[in-house]
């Protein structure tokens, strides 16, 4: 078992190392895709990296909840499997209602504006 010390150590080297991957991904697709996707994909993949479950009902300590579904999904069926998957739906679908909100509003396409005819004098 982990001490409480090597806990917190974990659990910060993993957000450390998911932040990380969302910084490179966010950097990489930034410069490849549109604007409104990259929102989308980076914060689908922060939404699963980053969102802690715990790993059974009578558990105090958390973790990944990715992890833990996948865990629980592959041993024990998706009847044990749903208390991690809940977190992650719920941070899901506020990821893309979040990605959908900064495209209508900060990452919206701006129209250029046409110049107006310049009179000639003379």
């Not at 659990?11 to 450390?16: K, Q, T």
């Not at 996707?37 to 558990?59: D, F, I, K, N, R």
């Not at 041993?75 to 941070?91: F, M, N, V, W």
């Amino acid at each position: 078992m982990l001490s409480e010390s090597s806990y917190i150590t974990a659990i910060y080297v993993y957000c450390g190392a998911a932040i990380m991957v969302v910084l490179c991904l966010a950097w990489w697709l930034g410069r490849r895709w549109p604007n409104g996707w990259t929102a989308a994909l980076v914060l689908l993949s922060a939404a699963l990296l980053l969102t802690p479950a715990y790993q059974s009902p009578g558990v105090d300590t958390m973790a990944p909840a990715l992890i833990v579904a996948g865990f629980q999904l592959a041993t024990e069926g998706l009847d044990s499997a749903r208390h991690a998957i809940k977190p992650l739906a719920y941070s899901c679908g506020l990821a893309i209602v979040l990605a959908a909100l900064l495209r209508l509003t900060v990452l919206r396409r701006h129209k250029p504006v046409a110049e107006a005819p310049a009179a000639e004098d003379g």
